[in-house]
């Protein structure tokens, strides 16, 4: 029997009864897209893409309610299709298939005919559509990509743009949303009009889009922002940075816990809490990742952490996050960040980090996609997640040298690409991708006692 907790003991008249959990009862849909909804597209490889790029939603999930047996859900797309690039002058970049993209919320519903998404809604500010291209390196919080076009032309970077990764109801009529890029977090309307916008405030000398929340966020790894979103009873909405800061350029290997955001919207205070990853679990502490997180009550909130395990396989468990002990990092972190700590020290020093327990390995009930992405509370007993199908697309070498990758190779200025500093014929080609991956999937789990 797979059991999504170990065990509970029950004790009646002073003897011990063992009682195991039973085996969640799961129910797994392909999510269809009734309206046909696609991404517009003219490209290069229009041929392979002759309806245009599926719709790539599935980056964060909130349940919205149930009516006649109908489950309905909201959903957010990311930055838009992109895929992996050559180096450029020794910095990263990204091919962005359809440059023009804006981040989108949809609908789910979910009933016994299967799973549809309907109804898309795209974002917008003030000044009309938003982007989902990256943020100029003036401003703190750029990943310092450089964007490119799917004939590697380099396209310009913007002020506006969002990589959305969750979405949480604002317990009215609009939502929060959060984002890899800043990271943000977002006060939107529900006709996707961003009402208001937060990210690391400034020091001197440095320039932001937004600003609010705790200046050491900036240094988040790039595309590893803010993953996962969720609003506590008393409206505090809490985010999770999806892996370990990378302080000043020194942490990023070493650190041993990730960050919890607790952002009040009535009072504008923040607090920062230490999630302690698995620290045995991986070759390398960066393959380890937040997917995406749901409040249970108050004190208790989901979280799905995954990643390549020492195995090599993928990792995707569900723990129930205690905060209730946890301790605020702001008064630490003038001291020393967490982040230059092991566990041992960190609890040496007195701090706290979050509590927690499992409750699911996905792995052990069939779940084949490489990350889940989007987690949302039904009722005391039910969850649903959903894995993010990247638009469907794959960037392949073509007349590349054996066992290497898109990132080993160099752009020049000529448009070749160049291995170890020689010039090549190698060329990068986008091509749709198979079947799991091309997948949108949506499970709806439902266990045998409250969590």
């Known amino acids: 029997m797979k059991l999504s907790k170990l065990m509970a003991a029950l004790f009646v008249m002073g003897s011990i009864n063992i009682v195991l959990a039973a085996d969640p009862n799961i129910d797994k849909y392909v999510v269809s897209f009734p309206d046909q909804d696609r991404v517009s597209y003219q490209g290069l490889y229009q041929s392979q893409f002759p309806e245009g790029i599926p719709m790539g939603i599935g980056s964060g999930l909130y349940f919205v309610g149930e009516e006649q047996g109908k489950l309905k859900f909201v959903t957010v797309t990311d930055r838009g299709a992109n895929a992996d690039a050559p180096q450029l002058d020794g910095g990263e970049s ?72 969750g979405i949480v109801s604002d317990g009215k009529d609009g939502y929060w949303v959060c984002d890899e890029y800043g990271p943000f977090i977002a006060h939107i309307s529900a006709d996707g009009t961003i009402l208001k916008k937060l990210g690391p405030t400034p020091n001197e000398n440095e320039k932001a889009v937004a600003s ?72 390398k502490l960066g393959d380890a990742k937040i997917g995406d997180i749901v409040a249970l009550d108050q004190n208790r909130i989901l979280v799905i952490e995954q990643g390549k395990s020492k195995t090599n396989g993928m990792r995707n468990l569900i723990y129930i996050v205690d905060l209730s002990e946890a301790t605020d990092l702001t008064a630490s972190d003038k001291i020393r960040p967490v982040e230059f700590d092991s566990l041992a020290e960190i609890e040496n020093r007195d701090i706290q980090v979050a509590k927690k327990e499992l409750l699911i390995d996905l792995r052990d009930y069939g779940w084949q996609q490489e990350k889940a992405e989007g987690l949302a509370l039904i009722d005391k007993r039910r969850i649903a997640l959903i894995n993010d199908n990247d638009f469907g697309i794959n960037a392949v070498l073509k007349n590349g040298k054996d066992g290497t990758k898109i990132k080993d190779y160099t752009l020049l200025e000529s448009g070749k690409l160049a291995l170890n500093g020689e010039e090549t014929e190698t060329q990068i080609l986008i091509e749709p991708s198979k079947s799991p991956d091309n997948l949108s999937e949506l499970w709806v789990v439902t266990f045998d006692h409250d969590i």
């Open 212 to 283: 609010g929340l705790p200046n050491i966020l900036k240094w988040r790894q790039a595309n590893r922002g803010f993953e996962g979103i969720a609003r506590l009873p008393d409206g505090t909405i809490i985010v999770a940075v999806q892996s370990g800061l990378n302080i000043e350029g020194e942490t990023k290997k070493t650190a041993e816990v990730t960050r919890l955001v607790a952002y009040n919207p009535e009072t504008e205070e923040s607090k920062m809490y230490a999630y302690p990853i698995d620290v045995d679990a991986y070759n």
């Open 94 to 165: 990204k091919i962005f298939v359809t440059p023009n993209f804006t981040p989108t919320m949809m609908d789910i519903v979910v009933d016994e005919k299967g799973a549809v998404s309907i109804n898309p809604v795209s974002l917008k500010d003030q000044n009309g559509l938003i982007s989902g291209l990256p943020l100029s390196s003036e401003y703190i919080g750029s990943t310092h990509e450089v964007p490119l076009s799917e004939t590697l032309e380099i396209l310009s970077t913007v002020d506006n743009g969002l990589d959305l990764e």
